[in-house]
């Protein structure tokens, strides 16, 4: 299976469409936020990640995202289904510690497979 793409997002909604189709709408994607008041903080933003499976794979998996800022701040692991030949998304809310202003990287993949990167910066509160 291999990640599409993933996005830290606002909002995200799955409407149908005619053939029937799937179509995702996507809104408020993000790669810097500014934090809400002075560091310390915690944020929990979420990270969208679609998911295709070739139609010659099994269609289960295993879907691990892992926060880093040099070292590990947050983890989630959850097992999925899709069917072969199809896409699915994973939905992770992190909760994300943050002592100064930065960036950490979600690091995401399936099974044991290569990572994806995604960054999020964290910007001082705007005055």
Known sequence: ??????????S?????APGPSTRIDLSGVFFSIAA????????????VALVWCPPDESGQGV???VFTRGD????NVSP???EPGKFTYRL???QLSFDDYGQILANCRIDRGPWHLVPLTLL????
């Open 1 to 10: 299976m291999q990640i599409v793409s993933a996005l830290f997002v606002e």
């Open 12 to 16: 995200f909604n799955l409407r149908e």
């Open 36 to 47: 809400p008041g002075p560091v310390p903080v915690t944020l929990e933003p979420h990270l």
């Open 63 to 65: 879907f691990e995202t």
């Open 72 to 75: 590990d701040i947050a983890r």
């Open 80 to 82: 999925f289904t899709v």
């Open 92 to 94: 992770v809310r992190g």
């Open 124 to 127: 001082p509160p705007v005055a």
